[in-house]
């Protein structure tokens, strides 16, 4: 039992005494220094990375001496720090590679930055190019913040902190701990929060590479790229894109440091897999827009100069597009893919107990969600909701469920029949529905965090009930009761108000969880749907 514990306590307060050592020094210098020499502060503030040069330099040559004392004390049990983190050349190919996962990464990290959803929520991501892009010399950026800092980080957060975690807790679990420890230590919550999913990727990198070198040359990238391009004023011109493409650009960009990931670790094979995936979404994606493009030049430039009095009845064009676009991409499986869209969607029969479980269940989501987006924090935060939802409820109720009727086909056809089974062709089933719903949010013009949340939330529910049934009925059924819902809510009965409305969202919630578990239970086995995914070759 001692020993047990001996090792899982000596690789902990390893790594405490090094950050300990670190939050010491980086303390002392502005207690003992900056507060006391007010010329020196000036240029510090002036010179960021020069002072991160300073502390990090300082910090390093503890660092070094106390790695010596314990190699000595310890007869070379324990391992110089710059051993344990394993300086090992890179392969020109790895080094290349590592550039464009870095550069893949700066422009993820300046599309999310420049969002509108996010710059009206805060200035933090903006303030950090900011503040650490700014000197006297613009040279002392590029070497303080693009590649001292990155080499010192790397050293204590991949170098000490995760390779100590390494050895008393699985890969990942070390991969989480260690990433949450280096959110901790940025400068605001907003960097924390990318910092975390940074460090995720660092660690796959390291753990792969078997060197730190690969870590470092992906910060010093990321760093250098970010603070010269907003001296370029990139940064300003990507501020005028519209939130849709700067979505894309960071969708794009995080396909190509997942598609990277894949090479470093399974090579071109896994790549090739991968990368067909990828290029059947862009496909379904593009398509989408290019056609819904089409139809909004028609509309303006061609309906409304002859029909100005249409202008207010604008769901005539969501209809059309709903209506040409089941046979578009009917056509486009057929004739280029040879693949019978039909039989890929899976119109397969359920019982009567499934469908009255899912029409439930589709009422208490309506009422779940109609309460949620009433709570005036909520309403405020969340204007989209409003924007997107209120419009279509704002329509006659004959004009609203013929619509809802053929819309709620099209999106399942898209939705789950085409984005979600070609997706979860490469990655795990929890993964897929998480990336089909930031796609609905997207394509669907989502503008703030909450709805596109809540476009998720419903694409996760929607993914599992189309995984476990293996239909494309019950998703169809469940999404038209839901809108249906809300629509005899908005009109008819009232959203509730008050202790109410708290308690039917709170009695809404249970319900939900209870249905679910219900209709998981009622599945479609396990043997017969793999059998019968094979047979139809979808994928999914």
Not at 447 to 464: E, H, M, N
Not at 489 to 509: F, K, L, N
Request: hydrophobic share 55%.
């Amino acid at each position: 039992m001692n020993s047990k514990f001996k090792s899982i306590a000596g690789p902990l307060l390893h790594a405490a005494m090094y950050v300990a050592v670190f939050m010491i020094v980086y303390m002392s210098h502005g207690i003992f220094i900056i507060q006391k020499y007010e010329s020196y502060r000036e240029y510090m503030i002036r010179n960021i990375p020069v002072y991160l040069c300073i502390v990090f330099f300082a910090v390093f040559l503890l660092y070094l001496i106390i790695s010596s004392i314990q190699k000595r004390a310890s007869k070379g049990r324990i391992e110089g720090i710059m051993k344990t983190a394993r300086f090992r050349n890179l392969t020109a190919g790895q080094w290349l590679l590592m550039g464009v996962i870095g550069i893949a990464c700066s422009f993820l990290y300046i599309s999310v930055m420049q969002l509108s959803w996010v710059r009206n929520n805060t200035d933090e991501l903006r303030r950090y190019v900011t503040d650490f892009g700014n000197a006297d010399y613009f040279i002392y950026v590029l070497l303080g913040v693009g590649f001292f800092a990155v080499v010192f980080e790397e050293l204590l957060f991949r170098g000490i902190v995760f390779t100590s975690l390494r050895k008393i807790m699985p890969a990942w679990a070390a991969v989480i701990l260690g990433s949450i420890v280096y959110g901790y230590f940025q400068p605001s919550p907003w960097v924390g929060f990318i910092a975390f999913f940074l460090s995720i990727l660092y660690c796959l990198v390291y753990m792969r590479l078997q060197s730190i070198w690969g870590s470092i040359a992906i910060g010093a990238v990321v760093n250098c790229f970010i603070t010269s391009s907003n001296k370029w004023g990139m940064h300003d011109a990507m501020m005028n894109f519209s939130n849709d493409v700067l979505l894309m650009i960071g969708l794009l960009s995080l396909s190509i440091i997942g598609l990277s990931l894949v090479y470093l670790w399974q090579g071109a094979a896994g790549v090739k897999k991968h990368a067909k995936t990828l290029g059947m979404v862009v496909m379904i994606v593009a398509v989408y827009f290019g056609f819904l493009q089409v139809l909004v030049i028609i509309w303006e430039n061609v309906v409304l100069k002859q029909y100005p009095d249409l202008a207010p009845h604008g769901i005539i064009g969501l209809y059309t597009n709903a209506l040409l676009s089941l046979p578009l991409f009917y056509f486009i499986y057929k004739w280029f893919f040879k693949k019978n869209l039909i039989t890929i969607t899976g119109f397969r029969n359920v019982s009567l107990k499934v469908h009255v479980m899912n029409i439930i269940l589709a009422v208490c989501m309506a009422v779940w969600v109609m309460t949620l987006f009433n709570i005036p924090q909520v309403k405020e935060a969340a204007p989209g909701f409003e924007g997107i939802v209120g419009f279509f409820l704002g329509q006659s109720a004959a004009v609203f469920f013929s619509f809802f009727l053929i819309n709620s086909l099209y999106k399942e056809f898209l939705f789950r029949a085409l984005l979600f089974n070609e997706i979860r062709k490469s990655l795990p089933l929890w993964a897929a529905m998480i990336v089909t719903g930031i796609l609905y949010g997207i394509m669907f013009s989502f503008s703030d965090i909450p709805t596109k949340l809540y476009g998720t939330a419903g694409a996760v529910i929607f993914g599992l009930l189309y995984v476990w049934y293996r239909s494309i009925w019950v998703t169809y059924v469940n999404e038209l009761v839901l809108f249906s819902t809300y629509y005899v809510i908005r009109h008819y009965v009232g959203v509730p108000e008050g202790a109410t409305m708290y308690v039917a969202q709170g009695v809404s919630s249970i319900a939900i969880l209870a249905l679910m578990y219900g209709l998981w239970k009622g599945r479609q086995p396990a043997v017969q749907s793999n059998r019968t995914e094979k047979k139809l070759d979808i994928g999914a």
